[in-house]
């Protein structure tokens, strides 16, 4: 498996002045899929190893998907948190269809079934944030939201959605303390490359 960069800690001053916040560009999904990978906590890794050739890495996968145009999980959709040069954070969100267009049918994978379930129809659906490794508690999850925020309310959608494990605690936190609540929840279906068991939870921010 490829090594995954991790760039070097920053100091709290360099934190407030030095961060960049930048939509993403193609040659970024390499890196889209490490944050990614960081934020699903196993789920993007299971979705991958079903798409993936015999022998694939699966990060090359997930990179090949963020790498295209005019999907949600495409590079389009991502924001990005840069510093020194270096991608040290990362949003993808896109508006979820609104209700008529979501009977879609029932998620025919029993492991994903859950996350298809849990929907705010009509939201900007937050589908993945993360922030490197000691690049944390400085704010930059908090400058990916605003971002959110303003999308929302620039393409006037139904407020904002999440899906957090129960057992992550600081991104509970982090959604708790700008205005989501939980809102419908489900059992994880246990798969060795999930991380968690227990439940997901939905997270609901009004516009
Ligand atoms: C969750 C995550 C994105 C937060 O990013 P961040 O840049 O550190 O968040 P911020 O600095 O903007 O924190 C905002 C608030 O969230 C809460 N929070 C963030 N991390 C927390 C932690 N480890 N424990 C408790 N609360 C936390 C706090 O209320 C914090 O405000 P404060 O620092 O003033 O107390 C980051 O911890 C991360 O990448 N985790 C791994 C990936 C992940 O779990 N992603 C979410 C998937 S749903």
């Known amino acids: 498996m490829p090594t995954v960069t991790v760039p070097a800690p920053i100091t709290t001053a360099i934190a407030a002045t030095g961060v960049l916040i930048r939509p993403a560009r193609r040659g970024d999904s390499r890196r889209i899929a490490e944050l990614v990978r960081i934020a699903a906590d196993g789920v993007a890794d299971y979705i991958w190893s079903t798409l993936a050739q015999p022998g694939e890495d699966l990060l090359d996968v997930g990179a090949r998907r963020y790498a295209r145009d005019g999907v949600a999980f495409s590079h389009q959709n991502a924001v990005l948190a840069e510093h020194d040069g270096a991608v040290v954070g990362l949003m993808l969100a ?17 492991i994903l079934r859950p996350y298809a379930e849990l929907e705010v129809p009509g939201s900007l659906y937050i589908a993945d944030i993360a922030v490197a490794d000691g690049y944390r508690r400085h704010g930059i ?67």
């Open 141 to 207: 999850a908090t400058r990916l939201l605003a971002v959110a925020r303003e999308r929302m309310r620039a393409e006037a959608l139904d407020g904002m959605s999440a899906i957090v494990f129960a057992a992550n605690t600081a991104s509970r936190r982090l959604f708790q303390n700008h205005g989501f609540a939980v809102v419908d929840r489900r059992a994880v279906v246990p798969h060795p490359m999930i991380r968690h068991t227990g439940e997901a939870l939905l997270y609901h921010a009004h516009p």
């Open 94 to 110: 896109f508006a979820m269809p609104p209700r008529r267009e979501a009977e879609a049918g029932v998620e025919a994978d029993p």
